[in-house]
């Protein structure tokens, strides 16, 4: 079989007060596709991440201050235009840094990195603010309204599963809101981040305002910049327990987090629903993007009845799907040891293991789109986030059983339903532990909609005017009238 192989059209640079350079040791840029060499990129040192946030805090008093709403607005589209311009190189580099297959990121990731920047642009001019009429004791009134001013220094740091569309989507309503940035992006991808540096920059946004480092998390660029006592706020996206180290350093300084953490999400399959939509929908939301998407179902709960039928057609959809690779060597290590693990404990009835391509992609990082069953609740292939292309079965009996199913375990990100009863449908979707829940589809996204997770899945909500708000610091004006 013949693939595609990309390069990346621009060398990885860091993005400082309005320079690019490459300070710092370089280190190798890898195809997960094949395991080839595509690139190097810069670690930076404490000394870059510190310019950086000078830079940034530097920006708050230039001249980005006295633009309006409108004109941040008329900036935003701007981007969203240069990154249409260069949609090509964009998919390209996106591809050569995950693996992931064209039509994945020229219809999802580089349309909605385009978008975050459209919709935050809108969503932001068109906000209103809250007004009160105060009655005085002197009889004379007073008039409170709300004044939303920047936080100032805001770290986006974010994974590298949907890298543009995850960076951006910080991004976006942080400079919509009047912030500066200091982004950094996953050192496993950090390409399309230097793209949209390089269409910022072109784009004539004031120097300083965005500012783009690149590097490793623990003990690197990720810690010295979401630790730092010069940034105001932090944006995350990435594993829980990584959140945990961020707001252990952020908690020095008090700042504030907003944070996507992982997921472990459950599908529920009613006997009333149309099983042919569920196993379409569960194959999507299982295997998109090999399931290494947060809002990937890794557990589906099928009432008994259709159970048999339901488990045949999914693996039998399971071996036909088209995937991608893991990202890096160390998680498909991971992955697979997890299937080690649950085939000796349960049955696996599609995928399992690595595939034998008998060519270059033998020294990529690919796991076979897997089903698994038989695993007891406890097991850690039914407990812990795989982030991979890994699905696990088990029946059901009652509505009653499956919420409680769904609901169990560490995590609270998102649910898909799949039920041809409308009432039980609004029933049960309400009852779910989590910050999402889909009926009879998946992964439908309305970017004004709260997004986020509950428990060990997040804190905080970003999408519409959650994130306008996290982005924003309301402040109460009194005038006596
Ligand atoms: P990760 O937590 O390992 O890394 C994410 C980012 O944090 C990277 O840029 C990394 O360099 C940085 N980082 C790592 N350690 C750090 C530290 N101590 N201090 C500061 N920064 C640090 O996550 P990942 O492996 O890149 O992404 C996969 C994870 O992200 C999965 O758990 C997945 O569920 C989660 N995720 C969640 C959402 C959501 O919206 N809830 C979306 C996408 C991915
Ligand atoms: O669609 C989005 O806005 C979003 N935040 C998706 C997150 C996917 C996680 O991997």
Excluded at 231 to 253: K, L, N, P
Excluded at 316 to 327: D, K
Excluded at 350 to 369: L, M, Q, T, Y
């Amino acid at each position: 079989m013949k693939w595609e192989v990309y390069e990346v059209s621009s060398p990885v640079r860091h993005y400082t007060g309005g320079r690019f350079h490459t300070t710092g040791e370089p280190f190798p840029l890898i195809d997960p596709v094949d395991g080839r060499t595509v690139g190097t990129v810069p670690e930076a040192d404490r000394a870059t991440v510190d310019a950086a946030v000078r830079a940034a805090r530097e920006a708050l008093s230039g001249p980005w201050a006295s633009y309006t709403a409108a004109d941040r607005a008329r900036m935003l589209h701007r981007i969203a235009d240069g990154i249409e311009a260069r949609f090509e190189e964009f998919v390209a580099a996106e591809c050569a840094d995950t693996g992931k297959p064209r039509e994945l990121a020229a219809a999802v990731d580089v349309p909605r990195g385009v978008a975050n920047f459209r919709a935050y642009a809108d969503l932001s001019v068109s906000r209103g603010e809250q007004a009160w009429h105060t009655e005085a004791p002197e009889g004379r009134g007073a008039l409170n309204y709300t004044v939303r001013k920047p936080l100032g220094v805001v770290a986006v740091v974010a994974p590298w599963n949907l890298p543009l569309l995850l960076l951006t989507w910080k991004v976006a309503p942080a400079l919509a809101m009047g912030n500066t940035v200091v982004a950094k992006p996953s050192e496993l991808t950090p390409s399309t981040a230097h793209l949209l540096a390089e269409v910022i920059d072109a784009a004539q946004l004031p120097a300083g305002v965005f500012n783009l480092v690149h590097g490793h998390g623990a003990d690197a660029a990720g810690a010295w910049l979401t630790g730092h006592p010069g940034v105001d706020a932090v944006a995350f996206t990435g594993e829980s327990a990584t959140g945990s180290a961020i707001m252990r350093a952020a908690a020095d300084h008090l700042t504030p987090v907003s944070f996507e953490l992982g997921g472990k999400n459950a599908g529920l399959v009613f006997a009333d629903a149309d099983l042919e939509a569920a196993v379409a929908g569960t194959l999507r939301s299982s295997f998109t993007n090999s399931g290494q998407v947060c809002l990937c179902t890794e557990r589906v709960y099928v009432e008994r009845p259709v159970f048999e039928e339901f488990a045949e057609a999914l693996a039998r959809g399971a071996r036909e799907v088209a995937y991608g690779p893991m990202v890096s060597a160390e998680h498909r290590d991971k992955v697979l040891g997890h299937l080690r693990r649950a085939a000796g404990d349960g049955r696996v009835l599609a995928g399992g293991g690595a595939p034998e391509f008998g060519d270059a992609r033998d020294g990529g990082f690919w796991v076979r789109p897997t089903v698994l069953a038989g695993l007891p609740e406890d097991h850690p292939a039914v407990r812990e986030e795989i982030f991979g292309p890994v699905v696990h079965l088990a029946p059901f009996d009652t509505e009653e059983e499956a919420v409680a199913l769904a609901n169990a375990g560490p995590y609270g990100l998102a649910a898909t339903v799949w039920t041809g009863d409308l009432a039980r449908a609004h029933r049960v979707a309400p009852r779910l532990d989590v910050g999402i829940a889909w009926v009879n589809t998946w992964n439908l996204r309305d970017l004004r909609t709260p997004f986020g997770g509950v428990k060990a899945s997040g804190i905080g909500r970003e999408g519409g005017h959650h994130s306008l708000d996290f982005f924003s610091e309301p402040m109460n004006v009194c005038v006596r009238i």
